[in-house]
């Protein structure tokens, strides 16, 4: 047997071929389901911004409408802390909430709030380079006045 004819029959042989070609492309195909489970995961964790912050507006509403003056600080403080609990168990560590007064009233008759809540996701990616991103959900609570 020649040289040139092992080259012949390396050549014609296709039994190693499937597991070159996933080989090469199990790598892509690893990356795509790994950033399916990464925007599976964002929008858990931003439905469960959206949610929270719909929990702090109907407690601050509650809170105003009995009689309490509440502050910002405390409202941020409500909302991180039942941020941790169920249904929402984000991480402490990761989640920050920030009440402001606007400088103009939109309403007349009303105190208005914003609430921003934002929350850095657990990143899958990050052996390919693609740091933990960032989710913010805006909301404004009308408060009336009695």
């Known amino acids: 047997m020649t040289i040139i004819s092992l080259f012949h029959r390396i050549r014609r042989d296709e039994s190693g071929a499937t597991i070159i070609e996933f080989a ?77 007064t606007p400088g103009t009233q939109r309403v007349a008759g009303a105190t208005e709030l914003q609430i921003v809540i934002s929350y850095q996701i657990d990143s899958f990616l990050d052996f390919a380079g693609i740091d933990s991103p960032f989710i913010t959900y805006t909301r404004p609570v009308f408060l009336l006045d009695s």
Not at 60 to 78: C, D, K, P, R
């Open 24 to 100: 090469l492309l199990a790598p892509m195909f690893l990356l795509m389901l790994m950033g399916v489970l990464q925007v599976g995961v964002a929008m858990q964790n931003y439905n469960a911004l959206r949610n929270l912050s719909a929990d702090v507006a109907r407690m601050a509403m509650v809170q105003y409408q009995t009689g309490n003056s509440l502050t910002n600080s405390q409202i941020e403080t409500w909302a991180e802390n039942h941020a941790l609990g169920a249904p929402y168990l984000l991480d402490q560590n990761r989640v920050n909430a920030v009440v402001t």
